[in-house]
């Protein structure tokens, strides 16, 4: 234990009065049921009402919990149910407790600060909670995609179509001129990272050259990585308590992500596959010219050389792929005794609309809990991430390389297929072939994470009215991106700045590391009566990112 915790926990130790044990007691054996279906609600925690005494239900919602002799009320919270309370009189030694689901997840419990919790209708500010229910049910490409139109004023869009991801989320506005726009993200308590790291493309594209400030490479966020089918809950922070818990980094909001843990129980299996295929939503269509004179109003008469009666959909021909793309996971969850478990592995492999372009995905997660004891609680999560994602060019550029900056500007007449030995036309109206392009050019992105957290809680008091307890958490978020880029000597646009062919070599690796230390104190005086919860601590966190790029140009035909 850090030297200041341990001088924490003696100052808390000091000023707080150790209560009286209790007189007589006695036990009660009880069950948590769904009031509208009657089945159990396996891992319900129960506890007398106004103290930090209780326990969990067993995997059939029984419970045993010991009481004052005399009437007592004993309360059970459930997640996505309304918190209710059944009275146990002096000679009652068994109870039912019937809970009726919270549609609008008002009574429900809300992470207010890192070792604190309260219930939500009693947060400072206004916290949005999406459970499981609405998360990882309709295919998404990632977990930020599964939140769209399921936070109120939260505006999430996507760059771009192409495969892995790519999206912006913003909670609370712009809140600087120059500064990141992006929420700050924190998994089972870790401080993770949503970098995104350019592929340097710009190089091709130039697509900053119009005056823009920052590169417009469409690069793929890293909270992407994230499996949508583990997480347990989402909780949105908008309010000013996520700058007074988490500094300066949270001024665009926070999103907590909660991934599931194992109950009590035998264990459970869930398996799940999806198939499907992706195809264009909507064409834009384009300008069909009926005579050469047509054509030569529109183009020129270096029109007339290629005018031909064949018109050809570069649309379709660009964005027509449909191959099936699939989605396999599974998972084990459970417990015994002191220990509890939840483990899952996910393989997702999404084919592009275009030929060459995909996004593959493979994800192992073991989440462990662990009870030492009587008073010493072990959480761990561990989660194994590779991505590997195959990008063709998209978004603006200033170079006339990117599709549809090309498509526009080039008539639906021209043959731009390649012949019998594989030679492709040049596009007189525009300075790139885009078919050429696409069966030529690589865009291919390898990315290896590690998540993992370790958090501690030591119950120092748990009485009647007081509870006092000394959490300590460490985590660490690692990824390494490793991205090329090849556009060969041969096509068209390349050798315009008289150095044909262009590979660019882009790795990075980021590390964050975030700690704390801290003591939750609860008071209730009694069951009728007030209670207050305090919370003091310290935290410290790191973000270490390193990233080189290695542009090579005048490559050898071929290499």
């Known amino acids: 234990m850090p030297g200041r915790l341990r001088i924490l926990a003696g100052l808390a130790l000091l000023v707080l009065a150790v209560p009286a044990a209790w007189g007589q007691q006695r036990v009660v054996n009880g069950r ?4 509208r279906t009657g089945e159990a609600l396996p891992g319900a925690e129960v506890y007398i009402e106004g103290t930090r005494l209780g326990t969990l239900a067993d995997e059939n919602g029984a419970f045993q ?4 002799d005399g009437d007592v009320t004993i309360r059970a919270d459930y997640l996505g149910y309304k918190s209710e ?4 009189t ?12 919270d549609v609008l997840q008002l009574e429900g419990v809300v992470v207010s600060g890192i070792a604190a919790t309260t219930a939500r209708r009693n947060a400072a500010n206004a916290v949005g909670v999406i459970p499981d229910t ?3 049910r309709v295919p998404t490409q990632s977990i930020e995609n599964s939140l769209q139109g399921k936070v109120a004023g939260a505006v999430i869009q996507q760059n771009s179509g192409a495969p ?14 120059n500064a990141d726009a992006e929420p700050l993200y924190v998994v089972d308590g870790v401080i993770v990272s949503n970098t995104a790291i350019n592929n340097g493309q710009d190089a091709i594209t130039d697509a900053t050259g119009g005056g823009a400030g920052l590169p417009q490479d469409n690069p793929v966020n890293r909270i992407a990585d994230l499996n949508p089918a583990d997480v347990e809950r989402v909780e949105i922070l908008k309010g000013p308590s996520a700058a007074a818990i988490y500094g300066s980094k949270a001024a ?23 198939a499907g295929t992706f195809d264009l939503s909507e064409k834009l269509g384009t300008r069909s010219f009926e005579t050469v004179d047509e054509a030569v109003a529109a183009f020129g008469e270096g029109a007339a050389a290629v005018f031909g009666s064949q018109r050809f959909d570069y649309e379709e021909e660009l964005y027509g792929e449909n191959d099936l793309s699939f989605e396999g996971s599974a998972n084990i969850s459970g417990g015994a005794g002191a220990t509890r478990y939840y483990a899952a592995g996910l393989v997702k492999n999404d084919e592009g609309i275009m030929e060459g372009t995909g996004y593959q995905k493979q994800s192992l997660r073991l989440n462990l809990d662990q009870r030492v004891g009587s008073s010493f609680d072990l959480q761990t999560t561990a989660n194994l991430i590779h991505t590997k994602s195959n990008r063709a060019l998209s978004n603006n550029d200033n170079t006339g390389t990117s599709f549809f900056m090309v498509l526009p500007f080039t008539p639906n007449f021209i043959d731009l297929l390649p012949d019998a030995n594989g030679l492709y036309p040049v596009n007189i109206f525009q300075p790139s072939n885009p078919v050429q392009t696409r069966d030529l050019l690589l865009n291919d992105q390898d990315v290896f994470r590690f998540l993992g957290s370790i958090r501690g809680t030591y119950d120092l008091i748990n ?11 460490f985590g660490a978020d690692f990824f390494d991106q490793e991205d090329e880029l090849l556009a060969p000597p041969e096509l068209q646009f390349e050798p315009r700045d008289g150095l044909p062919g262009t590979s660019i070599l882009t790795g990075g690796d980021n590390l964050n590391i975030n700690t704390s230390g801290n003591l939750a104190r609860t008071y209730s005086p009694g069951p009728e009566s007030f209670s207050a919860t305090t919370s003091a601590g310290i935290q410290y966190s790191e973000s270490d990112l390193d990233f080189s790029r290695i542009i090579t140009r005048n490559l050898i035909p071929g290499q």
């Open 32 to 35: 948590v049921v769904s009031a």
């Open 90 to 101: 002096a000679g009652q030694n068994t109870v039912e407790i019937a809970m009726t689901e």
């Open 134 to 136: 609405l998360i990882g």
């Open 65 to 68: 919990i010991t009481v004052p």
């Open 164 to 177: 892995g991801g790519g999206t912006q989320v913003s909670l609370r506005g712009i809140t600087s001129i």
């Open 85 to 88: 309370a059944e009275t146990v």
């Open 252 to 274: 665009n909001g926070v999103i907590l992500i909660t991934t599931k843990r194992g109950s009590e129980g035998k264990p459970q299996f869930n398996v799940s596959a999806r």
């Open 463 to 473: 009485s009647e009215r007081h509870s006092l307890q000394a959490i300590a958490d």
